[in-house]
């Protein structure tokens, strides 16, 4: 099957002579070996570092990348430097930044104990983001929620060092609200906050007290709710919109701040979201499309709300409604898989549904153990086991188990993506290249069918997206060649768990 595609999509090309020779596979794989999971955790980490903005310390070890974005923030007399670029490109999108720092803080918070070694690293990739989040969240009844023009970064293939696009600063407020990105980033300020509470109580105290700031705007001050693509419009959706509502945010901001305060304060608020919610979706009706991303949380609410199980509800009824939307073998599957077995669900970067999606299995199915349960989907039964089995199919897939026999992890294992859509990566570095390159100076390293010049090691590209299993290794094709920095999240829980119970 994969053959009959990669040939097929070959013809559509040929055209262009030249850029055949990497549509062949590079390396002819024998037996698997097993997958090393606490290598690819360690890469997965690492990624981070490739992505920041802003001065990088002494420690910094992916030194192929320099300082960068140095002057965000200015245009609003505010500092806004630091943070990470969302993807390929160099902006700072701050809804899916904020959701990256939720399930990042997420992943430490159930896997620390997993980590090992590596636990430093992901208390710093955290901290990364987290310090930018403090930054954007200083003054009360505002949050910035963006940096960098999209439209002119976007029409530039140029390393985040030269960057010479415009960089405004985005912001909501009491005028103008956006209440899923400010909801999302009180999430990710009071998971954190847990993440850092008895490494340093002081900063975790720090974040608290901000995520509490943010969501009493938002929350509390019901009449400043809106979506940011209302108030902010162009520059933010059809980027990063908000297709879901801003419901989910809401809860899921509700819920962490429960968690990070080990209270029910915010126990009304969450109660009245979910009717809202079910007000417009079917969460009760088997088969129901689950979704866990950026921009839908209402998945990760129903089991971080069993989690905490606080009151007597239907998060468990929920948490098994999602867990049957995804079993191959149960009744109510609603999740397309492909002929090697991954998830299919989503066109653009279909891995990080896989990665989100099986986190919350593995999270799920580490309670259900806990508490000698179940699921159950019309007449079948599953033990928790075969949710961490589904998940491990997946991570498994991700690492090399696959009909390509490839690793979509990019320096992990000895076939992976070489041409990921990413500017820094695809285009030389400063010290390889020190003379500035401008706007379309880019271009050709975009264009050609060469390897990129720096490993972005620990990126995750997007991976398969139609359906099938198979890939093109072809930077121009963002949807299956893009890494996102909400991609990478979830699998460092992932991998954390494999690396310990694999
Ligand atoms: C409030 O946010 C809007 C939308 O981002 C912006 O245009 C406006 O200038 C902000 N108001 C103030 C007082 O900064
Ligand atoms: C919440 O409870 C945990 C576990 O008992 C404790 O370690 C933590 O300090 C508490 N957090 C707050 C903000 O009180
Ligand atoms: C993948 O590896 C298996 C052996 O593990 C081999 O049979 C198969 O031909 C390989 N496929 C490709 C596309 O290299
Ligand atoms: C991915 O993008 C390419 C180029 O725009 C397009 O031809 C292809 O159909 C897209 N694939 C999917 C599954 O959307």
Known sequence: MAATRVRFCLALLMLVASMAAWMMPS???????????????????????????????????????????????????VDLVGGYYDAGDNVKFGFPLAFTGTVLAWSIVEFSAEMGPELVHAHEALRWLTDYLLKATTQPNRVFVQSGEPFSDHSCWQRPEDMDTPRPSFQVN??????????????????????????????????????????????????????????????????????????????WGAAWLNRATNSSDYMEHIIHGIQQIQTQTKLRVNGYDWQFSWDNKDAGSYIL????????????????????????????????????????????????????????????????????????????QFPPSALIDLAKSQVDYILGDNPLNMSYMVGYGNKFPQRIHHRAASVPSVDQHPQHLWCKDGTPYYVTDAPNPNLLVGALSGGPNDGSDDYLDYRPWANQSEPATYMNAPFVGLLAYFSRYG
């Open 305 to 380: 709300l069993l989690l905490m199980q606080k009151t007597d509800d239907d998060y468990s009824r929920y948490a098994q409604n999602f867990a049957c939307s995804l079993l191959p073998q149960s009744p109510y599957k609603s999740t397309e898989y492909t002929p090697g077995g991954l998830i299919h669900k989503a066109s653009m970067a279909n891995l990080q549904a896989v990665t989100a999606l099986s986190f919350l299995l593995v999270v799920y199915g580490r309670h259900l153990s806990s508490v000698n349960g179940i699921v159950t989907c019309g007449n079948s």
């Open 27 to 77: 390396a002819v794989a024998g037996s698997r070996p097993p997958p090393n999971y606490a290598d690819a955790l360690s890469k997965c980490l690492l990624f981070y570092e490739g992505q920041r903005s802003g001065k990088l310390p002494p420690t910094q070890r992916v030194t192929w990348r320099k300082d960068s974005g140095l002057i965000d923030g200015q245009d609003a007399g």
């Open 174 to 251: 009491d005028t103008h609200p956006g209440s899923e990105v400010a909801g999302e980033t009180a999430a990710a300020l009071a998971a954190a906050s847990i993440v850092f509470r008895s490494s340093d109580p002081a900063y975790a105290d720090t974040l608290l007290s901000r995520a509490k700031q943010v969501t009493q705007s938002i929350l509390v001050l019901e009449i400043y709710q809106g979506s940011y693509a209302e108030s902010i419009g162009q520059w933010v959706c059809p980027f990063y919109c908000d297709i879901s509502g801003y419901e989910d945010e809401l809860v």
